[in-house]
């Protein structure tokens, strides 16, 4: 390795790195709770999610809450809600006139 530049052999351990985190490893930026409402507004209603708004966690007595409205990509808005023990959200469709 005497005439390998040192740069160049960073280089190629950052492209084989990158190269082993696929898509099926890659974490979101988000709290676990969003990621697992993304997932079931995709399941559930065919929702991309375009952003989250008006996200809100807390404590109510011992148990976590969770709510956030969401911008589905084709313009639909949901107001979702879940206090655990509950392992799913309640996903309402979110009015005009509500909203």
């Given amino acids: ?8 052999l960073f280089g190629i ?3 084989i790195a990158a190269a082993s985190t696929g ?3 890659a974490q ?5 709770w969003l990621d697992a409402l993304r997932m079931q507004l995709e399941m ?3 929702c991309e999610v375009n ?3 008006n996200m809100r966690e807390g404590r109510i007595g011992t148990n976590d809450y969770f709510e956030a409205r969401v911008q589905c990509v084709d313009g639909r808005m949901f107001d979702a ?4 023990p509950e392992k799913t959200f309640l ?6 006139a509500v909203c």
């Fill in 1 to 8: 390795m005497n005439g390998f530049p040192k740069t160049a």
């Fill in 13 to 15: 351990m950052l492209l």
């Fill in 23 to 25: 898509p099926s490893r």
């Fill in 28 to 32: 979101s930026a988000d709290p676990a």
């Fill in 44 to 46: 559930d209603e065919a």
């Fill in 51 to 53: 952003y989250f708004i």
């Fill in 81 to 84: 809600s879940r206090t655990e």
């Fill in 91 to 96: 996903i309402r469709p979110c009015g005009r």
